[in-house]
């Protein structure tokens, strides 16, 4: 599985664009915002992006999803079902991020266990409420990465003083469906620097106290 990288908004968000070596088929994954940068992006490495891919409902994860999703005809995919409080909150948002609201419609929700394809590429889609109800990461197998948006970062986990997130959900999460990964499952989190799931369990301090 290739990948890029593309910090966007004043969150740094990593929009990450992934594709498939043989097809060139590539998904957006929460692209929060800048779809300029995104599409430049797109042009520079001569993808077909077929998908958008969201892990959850806050408003630097999705900011230009709608706008890419009708410029490139393309479906929305996720969060889960329970986001549907932030999505139908867009403009209450707005005052929390400090970020300009958006127009997200016609998304299709997305289950726990879920598999979707890109080109010759499998995602697995998983279930991990905690920094908010209806959060899913994305997991490929054959490359051993996980795009896990807001659940963990590098020596860190996703906010819990939010409305409807919830600490202990999210330690559950992480215990339950990210740490059997395994130890070499590269980490590409939803802000901040690469990590892996070892290193986690040695450094990250949530989990010392929590494992």
């Known amino acids: ?23 060139l088929h590539a998904a957006i994954i929460d692209p929060g915002g800048e779809h300029n940068k995104i599409i430049d992006n797109i042009i520079k490495y001569k993808l077909s992006v077929k998908k958008i891919l969201i ?4 408003l630097d994860h999705i900011g230009s999803a709608y706008i890419l999703s009708n410029i ?3 479906p929305i995919l996720g969060p889960h079902k329970k986001d549907y409080f932030w999505i ?18 016609k998304n299709i929700w997305l289950k726990n266990n879920n598999q979707i394809s890109i080109g010759n590429l499998i995602l697995t889609v998983y279930h991990c409420p905690g920094h908010t109800p ?17 659940v963990i970062f590098k020596k860190n986990i996703g906010r819990t003083d939010l409305p409807l997130s919830n600490y202990n959900d999210l330690i559950c999460s992480i215990k339950q469906k990210i740490l059997p990964l395994g130890n070499n499952v590269i980490i590409i989190p939803g802000h901040g620097p ?11 301090p949530f989990l010392k106290k929590n494992y």
């Open 55 to 58: 892990t959850h409902g806050h």
């Open 134 to 150: 209806g959060h899913i990461v994305f997991f490929n197998k054959l490359s051993n990465i996980l795009i896990s948006g807001d």
């Open 194 to 204: 690469i990590t892996n799931i070892g290193y986690e369990i040695l450094n990250n």
């Open 72 to 74: 490139y005809k393309i």
């Open 1 to 23: 599985m290739n990948y890029i990288i593309i910090p966007v908004t004043n969150f740094f968000q990593n929009c990450c664009i992934i594709w498939c070596s043989t097809t």
């Open 88 to 105: 139908k909150n867009i403009n209450f948002q707005k005052n929390i991020f400090q970020i300009p609201s958006c127009t997200f419609t």
